[in-house]
């Protein structure tokens, strides 16, 4: 249980395009998911939080309008990269937090991640 | 900001070796985890200590955690080549938001 999935894995675009990618728990109702940008060898960076149903909180430095987080569903949440530019290639990290309390409450599973290439 | 730190940046062993990996954190944390990633891959949870815990145990996994010194290490025993991956740790405060170290390369030659 308590799989998480990403869709697209890898993506590549031309600049300028908009790319959406989906976050979906498959198993579980997730009330919070997060988005997590990670480059080369680098560790994650936490991008934004998104609770179902109300607007996402960014991190500092992380352009709202620029990644735009949507968490329709308990079980969805999408992330869209508008515009996006060659600085924005990066692998693109979802978790979801299982919905419930003690000893769910502080549980994240991980998507597998997705490869946005933008050329 | 990452709080966490890890040393060292990047470890290379022989297979059945030891392979301890540390981290370091800056404020107090509600829980410490590690997490591993093969290459281009997503996270995959190893071990949770929480703060009032000083050492657990999984399998050939050893986690110590000392909140005096904010640190915690990763003890992976008999080391495989299937251990070859990228090794980060993680703190917890309240709330469910995760703070990830740089992490350690690990590279286990058979």
């Known amino acids: 249980g308590a799989v998480v999935s990403q869709h697209p894995s890898r993506v590549i675009c031309k600049s300028g395009t908009s790319v959406k990618i989906e976050c979906r728990s498959l198993?579980?109702?997730?009330?919070?998911m997060f988005w997590y940008r990670q480059f080369p060898k680098q560790s994650l960076m936490l991008m934004a939080t998104?609770?179902?149903?109300?607007?996402?909180?960014?991190e500092q430095g992380v352009e709202k309008d620029k990644f735009l987080i949507n968490h329709a569903s308990l079980t969805l949440s999408t992330l869209t990269v508008t515009s996006a530019h060659p600085e924005d290639s990066s692998f693109y990290i979802c978790?979801?937090?299982?919905?419930?309390?003690?000893?769910?409450?502080?549980?994240?599973?991980f998507g597998p991640g997705t490869r946005l290439t933008v050329l | 900001s990452q709080q966490g730190e890890e040393d060292p940046q990047a470890l290379s062993i022989q297979e059945g070796e030891n392979a301890t990996m540390n981290c370091s954190y800056k404020?107090?944390?509600?829980?410490l985890q590690w997490y591993r990633q093969n290459s281009g891959r997503g996270l995959v949870h190893l071990i949770l200590?929480?703060?009032?815990?000083r050492e657990k145990h999984s399998g050939r996994l050893r986690v110590t955690l000392d909140t005096s010194k904010k640190s915690s290490s990763l003890l992976i025993t008999a080391s495989r080549a299937a251990d070859t991956a990228s090794y980060f740790c993680?703190?917890?405060?309240?709330?469910?938001?995760?703070?990830f170290g740089e992490g350690t390369q690990l590279t286990v030659n058979p």
């Open positions: 200590i929480r703060s009032n815990e």
């Open positions: 404020t107090s944390i509600n829980n």
């Open positions: 993680a703190t917890q405060t309240s709330g469910s938001r995760l703070t």
């Open positions: 978790s979801a937090r299982r919905a419930g309390g003690a000893p769910y409450y502080n549980e994240q599973f």
């Open positions: 998104s609770n179902e149903g109300s607007k996402a909180t960014y």
């Open positions: 198993d579980f109702q997730a009330t919070t």
